[in-house]
C-alpha cells in the first residue's frame, strides 16, 4: 500500500485541529487524560497479532522482539498514567501571603507546570511501537496535557496507520477533542520542515540520526519564535573496562558484550560501540573471546535500505582508517542489506588524533581501543563527546585506583552503568534516556518515564488568586491529595 506525503494544505488543517483540541484537552483532569492514555494501550493489545505481522514486513524485525516492545510501549503509557493520577511530577508549589511583613507584604503566590500546546512527534525507525505513533513522545506529550501531531517514519507507514486507527479508538471511547491526535506521512524533508515551522507547534520530539536532529533543531531557532527541540541523536555509549574486573572475568564480559554490541543487528541507540581497556592479559584474552564470539553470530536484514547502505559505509571508513585493524567479523556471508557483525581495534593515540573514530557506526560494529595506562584512558575520557551511557566494568580496587575515573565519566553521559551492558532501557521514575550534546539537543531532560513528560510543560505561577479561580492543584484544602510544596515544606495537607 503506497503513503503518499501529507500536502501541505493538510498539514495546515492538521495543526489548526490540534490547536483547537489542545485549548480543551488541556483543561481535562489527570483522570480523564489518564483514562485516555490506558485506553491507547488497550486499544493497541486489541490490534492482535496484525499489527505485529505487518512490522515484521516493514522493519524486518522478528516476532518476539516486536511483541516485546509493544508489551513496552503499552507499559509505558500506562506508566505515564499512573504518573498523572500520582500528581507529584507537577511541581505544585504554594508560598501562602504574609500580609504583615515588613518592608513589604509578601503576596500569595502558587506555581505549577502546565502544556505548551501541540507536540509534533517524529517517528523512529528502530522502533516502530516503542518510539513511533504510541510511543514513548506521544505519551509524555498526552501526559503533560498537550496534543500530538505525529509523522509516520517512512519505513513503516502501516505500521504506523494501524496503530494511529487504534488511537482514534481511544479518542471516542474516552470523549477526548478529535484533534489531540493527527497524524502525517512524509518522506520528503519538506513535510518535516513545514511542522517544525508551524506557528502553532510548541515543541518537537525526534529520536534518530545526529543530522536529522540537528537539521530539525536549527530549523526550530531559525522561527520567529523558537521552540524547544528534543532529539535523542544517537550515541556510542562507550565502555571502561578496568583491569582487575576484566582479569578476573575476561570470558564473561567479552560474552556480555558481543551479544550487546549485535542484539537487534547493533540497531539501539545505547549499542555499545567504542570499547576503552588497558593493556595487559585480561585485555587481550577479553578480545580473544569478543573475536571469536561475534564470528559466530549471523548476520541479518537491517531495518532498511538507507540503514543497511549506512551501516557499511560508515564501518568501511572506520576500517580504511590508519591504525585501525578489523580483529573480527561474522564467518557468514552477508546479503547487501544485513548487517555484518564486527569488531575492529586501535590505539588510545590513534583515537585521540582521529575525531572521524569518534562517530557513531549505527549498526553490529564496535570499535576497541587500547590504551597503556589509566592515565591514557583518561585522555581518551577527555576527547569524547555527549553521551547517553556510559559503562564501567570494575571492581573495589579498580575503583580505588582509579580515583576520579567515575566523576571523569559522568560528565559525558545521562546514565553511568556499573558492571552491566547499555541495552535495556527500564520504564521507569527514576531512568533518564538523554544526555550531553550531541546525545541529545537538551541533556536537562529525558525520554524515557515520568521525567519525558517535563519536555513538553513550562512553569506558571498564579499570584493573589482566589480559592474558586485557582486549578485544583492548587486550591486550598488540596482536594486531589497530590505532594506538594507549601512554604518549604513537603505535605499532601
Not at 63 to 70: I, K, P, Q, S
Not at 296 to 311: D, W, Y
Amino acid at each position: 500500500m503506497m503513503y503518499q506525503d501529507t500536502t501541505l494544505p493538510a498539514i495546515e488543517s492538521a495543526m489548526d485541529r490540534a490547536y483547537q483540541a489542545f485549548l480543551k484537552y488541556r483543561s481535562k483532569s489527570a483522570k480523564e487524560k489518564a483514562l485516555f492514555i490506558r485506553t491507547i494501550a488497550e486499544e493497541l493489545e486489541l490490534l492482535g497479532d496484525a499489527v505485529i505481522e505487518v512490522a515484521m514486513r516493514e522493519a524486518h524485525l522478528p516476532y518476539e522482539r516486536l511483541v516485546g516492545e509493544r508489551g513496552r510501549t503499552c507499559f509505558q503509557l500506562r506508566h505515564v498514567a499512573d504518573v498523572l493520577e500520582e500528581g507529584s511530577w507537577l511541581e505544585a508549589t504554594i508560598d501562602t501571603a504574609q500580609p504583615e511583613r515588613t518592608p513589604l507584604p509578601k503576596p500569595d503566590v502558587r506555581n505549577m507546570l502546565v502544556p505548551i500546546g501541540p507536540v509534533v512527534v517524529f517517528g523512529a525507525s528502530n522502533f516502530p511501537f516503542a518510539y513511533s505513533t504510541a510511543g514513548v513522545d506521544p505519551a509524555a506529550a498526552w501526559g503533560a496535557g498537550c496534543s500530538v501531531v505525529v509523522k509516520a517514519h517512512p519505513a513503516h507507514p502501516e505500521t504506523s496507520a494501524m496503530v494511529a486507527e487504534a488511537i482514534k479508538k481511544a479518542i471516542i471511547r474516552t470523549g477526548m477533542p478529535e484533534g489531540v491526535f493527527e497524524h502525517v506521512y512524509g518522506a520528503n524533508f519538506e513535510v518535516g520542515k513545514a511542522l517544525v515551522m508551524h506557528p502553532k507547534t510548541a515543541a518537537v520530539g525526534f529520536t534518530g540520526s545526529y543530522g536529522g536532529g540537528k537539521a530539525l533543531f536549527d530549523l526550530a531557532n531559525q522561527r520567529p519564535v523558537p521552540i524547544p527541540v528534543f532529539s535523542e541523536m544517537g550515541s556510542t555509549n562507550p565502555v571502561f573496562l578496568l583491569p582487575n574486573a576484566l582479569g578476573n572475568e575476561p570470558e564473561k564480559y567479552a560474552k556480555m558484550y558481543a551479544a550487546s554490541i549485535t542484539g537487534g543487528m547493533g540497531q539501539f541507540c545505547t549499542k555499545p560501540g567504542l570499547i576503552i581497556g588497558i593493556e595487559g592479559a585480561g585485555l587481550d584474552k577479553f578480545m580473544e573471546v569478543l573475536a571469536e564470539e561475534i564470528r559466530q553470530i549471523q548476520p541479518l536484514t537491517m531495518l532498511h535500505e538507507g540503514i543497511a547502505k549506512a551501516f557499511r559505509t560508515k564501518r568501511n571508513d572506520v576500517l580504511s582508517r590508519e591504525g585501525v585493524t578489523l580483529a573480527s567479523e561474522s564467518q557468514w556471508p552477508a546479503e547487501v542489506y544485513e548487517g555484518i557483525p564486527s569488531v575492529a581495534s586501535t590505539t588510545a593515540v590513534e583515537f585521540v588524533s582521529n575525531p572521524t573514530l569518534h562517530q557513531e557506526v549505527f549498526g553490529p560494529f564496535a570499535l576497541l581501543i587500547k590504551c597503556q595506562n589509566l592515565a591514557q584512558m583518561n585522555e581518551v575520557i577527555s576527547h569524547l563527546e555527549g553521551q547517553l551511557t556510559c559503562t564501567v566494568i570494575a571492581n573495589e580496587i579498580d575503583l580505588i585506583q582509579a580515583e576520579g575515573l567515575l566523576e571523569n565519566i559522568s560528565l559525558l553521559c545521562g546514565r553511568l552503568i556499573l558492571n552491566g551492558v547499555p541495552t535495556g532501557v527500564e520504564v521507569g521514575a527514576a531512568m533518564q534516556h538523554g544526555g550531553p550534546f550531541p546525545a541529545s539537543t537538551d541533556g536537562r531532560f529525558g525520554s524515557v518515564g515520568a521525567r519525558a513528560i517535563k519536555r513538553f510543560v513550562r512553569p506558571f505561577a498564579f499570584q493573589n488568586f482566589p480559592n474558586h479561580l485557582l486549578p485544583d492543584e492548587l486550591k486550598n484544602g488540596n482536594p486531589l491529595k497530590i505532594w506538594r510544596l507549601v512554604d518549604n515544606q513537603w505535605t499532601k495537607d
